[in-house]
């Protein structure tokens, strides 16, 4: 894979790099994403919160949807994003609703915060072009990214600077907290 440092240091890079990687047979994938999900249902965060924002996950990223699917059960009210032309994320609830969270709720809400490639600092790279990033700025709530261990890098990724870092990062090994 192409290094976070140097020449090569191009976002575009590290993702071009990170897919040329050997796949992941189904099985494994859906073994590692279950030991994502139980570690993310142990995060107190998470546990806590009755309000669940969820971007979808896409391609190679960690499955939201599994997150998504198992929330529903613990009893948290699900809310999924809506992107304008103008890049403005709304976000509406599961039966088409909009979210109307009062900031106390979106204080003590969780939003999972798909991406494809993360450093230990909860940067990483995605497939949203900063859309995610300009919605992040100014959410109050707990941001949690979901990842295999093999999307996590040791090395601090290129950053723009309307890049926001994740505060924890779930995965199938372990959490991390990155900000909070």
């Known amino acids: 894979m192409a290094s976070s440092y140097g020449e ?6 590290l993702r071009s790099a990170y897919l040329t990687l050997p796949t992941l047979s189904p ?3 859906a073994r590692l994403d279950g030991d994502v ?3 993310l249902r142990m995060l107190p965060e998470y546990r806590k919160c009755s309000l669940l924002l ?3 996950s896409q391609r190679e990223e960690a499955d939201t949807l ?3 699917k198992q929330a529903r059960k613990d009893g948290k009210t699900i809310a999924v994003p809506t992107f304008a ?3 403005k994320i709304t976000f509406s609830l599961e039966d088409g609703s909009p979210l109307e969270a009062d ?3 979106l204080a003590k809400s969780v939003c999972l915060v798909p991406g ?3 450093d230990a600092e909860g940067y990483r790279v995605a497939y949203n072009a900063g859309y995610v990033d300009n919605f992040l700025v100014s959410y109050p709530g707990c941001k949690v990214s979901l990842a295999r261990t093999v999307q996590i890098g040791s090395n601090p990724l290129p950053r723009d600077p309307h890049d926001v870092a994740v505060d924890v990062l779930v995965s199938d090994a372990a959490v991390w907290r990155c900000r909070r």
């Open 66 to 68: 599994g997150a998504v």
């Open 54 to 56: 969820a971007f979808p």
């Open 103 to 105: 900031a106390d709720e």
């Open 27 to 29: 099985s494994h994938q």
């Open 37 to 39: 999900l139980d570690h």
């Open 8 to 13: 090569d240091a191009s976002k575009q890079a």
């Open 116 to 118: 494809l490639i993360f």
């Open 85 to 87: 032309k103008d890049g």
